[in-house]
C-alpha cells in the first residue's frame, strides 16, 4: 500500500520561508507522479505543484510561482516544497499526493488525478 507523509510545516511571518518535505513508501519502484495541495480557511482543495516522476518537469499554480519550488529525490523516495516569500494567503494546509501513472498531465494538479493522500500539514503565515 502507497503511503506518503509530509513533513516540516510550522509558522513563520510574512516574507518568510519554510520548506516542507513528502516521504512516498510502498511504491515498488514503479514511476510516481507526485504534487502538493493546499485547503485554505474556507477555501476548496487547490492545487500549489506537481513534478513528474523523473522530477524534470514541474508545474505550478499562477499564486505561487517564482515563490515555491518544487523538487524530487528519488533515491530518498521524497518530495519537497521550498515555500519562499511566504504571504499570509498562503496559511494553508498543505498536502501531498501521488498517483501511478504513465505520463504526466499538464497544468496545475487537479485534486481527482491523485489516489494517495498523506495527512497534511499546517503552514500559517502572520502579516
Known amino acids: 500500500q502507497v503511503q506518503v507523509a509530509e513533513s516540516g510545516g510550522g509558522s513563520v511571518q510574512a516574507g518568510g520561508s519554510l520548506t516542507l518535505d513528502c516521504v512516498m513508501s510502498?511504491?515498488?519502484?514503479?514511476?510516481?507522479?507526485m504534487a502538493w495541495f493546499r485547503r485554505g480557511p474556507g477555501k476548496e482543495r487547490e492545487g500549489v505543484a506537481s513534478?513528474?516522476?523523473?522530477?524534470?518537469?514541474?508545474y505550478y499554480a499562477a499564486s505561487v510561482k517564482g515563490r515555491f519550488t518544487v523538487s524530487r529525490d528519488n533515491s530518498k523516495n521524497m518530495i519537497s516544497l521550498q515555500m519562499d516569500n511566504l504571504k499570509p494567503e498562503d496559511t494553508a494546509m498543505y498536502y501531498c499526493a501521488t498517483e501511478r501513472r504513465v505520463g504526466f498531465p499538464e497544468g496545475v494538479p487537479q485534486p481527482s488525478q491523485f489516489t494517495y493522500w498523506g495527512q497534511g500539514i499546517q503552514v500559517t503565515v502572520s502579516s
Open positions: 510502498g511504491n515498488n519502484g514503479y514511476n510516481y507522479v
Open positions: 513534478i513528474s516522476s523523473t522530477g524534470l518537469t514541474t
